[in-house]
């Protein structure tokens, strides 16, 4: 199949470094290419993030959205007495 692709800089000199190191024409090397990075893609380890211990909660966690309701009423109440 004939196809047009338009490759980025570094995409061109990367596949260029690899017919030279594999002596592979342009066509083999493209090809080469999308089958080895189609290939790996079921083989990526799932990302993770990483977590850290941060000590127990400073605020019962239970009491969150009422904490929370709070801070905002008296930011409202702030806002208003600075005219905004």
């Given at each position: 199949m004939r196809t047009t692709v338009t490759l980025d800089p570094d995409v061109d000199a990367r596949l260029r470094k690899l017919m030279r190191e594999r002596g592979l024409s342009f066509k083999e090397a493209?090809?080469?290419a999308i089958r080895e990075g189609l290939a790996a893609e079921g083989e990526r380890e799932p990302f993770e993030t990483p977590t850290f211990e941060m000590g127990p909660a400073r605020i019962p966690v239970t009491r969150a959205l009422a904490i929370v309701?709070?801070?905002e009423d008296e930011e409202l109440l702030r806002q208003r007495a600075l005219g905004k």
């Open positions: 493209v090809n080469a309701s709070e801070l």
